[in-house]
Structures are given as structure tokens and as C-alpha cells.
């Protein structure tokens, strides 16, 4: 079965510092691997999402970017963090068309 | 474009009550719908899906019936209990890739 690892669970940055966050899949080949940002209180916005290695779709322009170096490895990234980058961030894989999702335990993000 | 469109919460019913929370959606082809569900302090879990039109999907006594027609996929429940407090989510999934979900609608069940 699948599963995804994300980390870290929790993280505090100072603004204008950069971010790297990394998600890894297991179990599967070729997903579609996406990010989300939860913010408190609100639903999922999708940030990016990508069907293969080197292909990514952006969904918002923000203080975001994306890379998919691996099959298996999605990176959520920023070069310099703003206050309103906090947020809860969600990775989630599908394995095909009309397939579920499968979302990572998460990583929040306070931005001070 | 894709979008999802759920009804606003705080939803606050009481036991055994009767449940409806509403969601439409406009999309490009035919895509899949589906029904997540977050428990306080957990992650996002897949309740039930319907991959085409007039499909029924259904799961722990919920239903949601995929209407072209009227671009709806709304959730039910005829009889809720406590422990279906959580905040519920609509999804769009279509056949580029693309994964989109509602705003999510909290539902708060008092015994």
C-alpha cells in the first residue's frame, strides 16, 4: 500500500528566510503528487501539482515554487518566507484517474 | 476553469438528525467526485466517490449521488451521531491530474 512521508511535522521561520519542504511516496510508481495549504480555519488550496518527474502545474502565483526531482519526491520550496506562508501544508498522491487521494500527516508552518 | 462550491458551516444538528450538506461543481470533461472527511486532529480520509454521472457512492451510512444534471454532489446522512463531528470536504478530481477540493463545511453534532 501506499504511504507518504512528510516532514518536519511543525516549523517555525523568520520572515525572509527560505523553506524546503519534502515529500516522499512509497509504495507506488508514476503517482500524481500534489501540495496543499490548509489555512486555519479554512479548506485546501492546491498549490502545485504534478503528473511526472519535471512537470509542474501552479495553481496560485505565490511565494512558492515546486520541484519533482524523483518519481517518488515532490519539493515545496521558497526563497524567501512571508508572514502569510503559514499555514498547514498537505502532500497527497493519486495513482490514477478516479483514484483517491492519500495525504500526508502534514507540515505547519508558522511564519514569524 | 474547475471549482468546487460547498455549502458555508458551522452546521450544528442534533442526534439522529438528517443531514444535507451541499456542493456543486463546474468542470471541463467528466470528473470524478468525491466526500473527505477530517476528524479533529487528523488528517483528510476519502468517505466516498462516484467516478460518473448518476453514480451513488456511499460509505458508514453517508450518500452522495453524481448529477450532471445539475452539477451537484451533495452529501446525506439520515440519521447523524456524535461522532460524525468533523469537517467534511467535496472534491474534484479530473482527468488532467488536476485535484481540487471545497471550502469544507464543519459539522458539529450535539447529543
Known amino acids: 500500500s501506499q504511504t507518504i512521508h512528510q516532514w518536519p511535522a511543525t516549523l517555525v521561520q523568520p520572515v525572509g528566510s527560505p523553506l524546503s519542504l519534502e515529500c516522499t511516496v512509497e509504495g507506488t510508481s508514476n503517482p500524481n503528487l500534489y501540495w496543499y495549504r490548509q489555512a486555519a480555519g479554512r479548506g485546501l488550496q492546491l498549490l502545485f501539482y504534478s503528473v511526472g518527474i519535471g512537470q509542474i502545474s501552479s495553481e496560485v502565483p505565490q511565494n512558492l515554487s515546486a520541484s519533482r526531482p524523483q518519481d517518488r519526491q515532490f519539493i515545496l520550496s521558497s526563497k524567501k518566507l512571508l508572514l502569510s506562508d503559514s499555514g498547514f501544508y498537505l502532500c497527497?498522491?493519486?495513482?490514477?484517474?478516479?483514484?483517491?487521494?492519500?495525504f500526508g500527516q502534514g507540515t505547519r508552518l508558522t511564519v514569524v | 476553469g474547475n471549482s468546487v462550491t460547498q455549502m458555508e458551516g458551522p452546521v450544528t444538528l442534533s442526534e439522529e438528525a438528517f443531514l444535507t450538506i451541499n456542493c456543486t461543481y463546474t468542470a471541463t470533461g467528466y470528473p470524478s467526485l468525491f466526500w473527505y472527511v477530517q476528524y479533529p486532529g487528523e488528517g483528510l480520509q476519502l468517505l466516498l466517490k462516484a467516478t460518473k454521472a448518476d453514480d451513488k457512492g456511499s460509505n458508514k451510512g453517508f450518500e452522495a449521488t453524481y448529477r450532471k444534471e445539475t452539477t451537484s454532489f451533495h452529501l446525506e446522512k439520515g440519521s447523524v451521531q456524535v461522532s460524525d463531528s468533523a469537517v467534511y470536504f467535496c472534491?474534484?478530481?479530473?482527468?488532467?491530474?488536476?485535484?481540487?477540493f471545497g471550502q469544507g463545511t464543519e459539522l458539529s453534532v450535539k447529543p
Open positions: 472534491a474534484l478530481g479530473n482527468q488532467g491530474g488536476k485535484l481540487i
Open positions: 497527497a498522491l493519486k495513482t490514477g484517474v478516479g483514484t483517491e487521494a492519500f
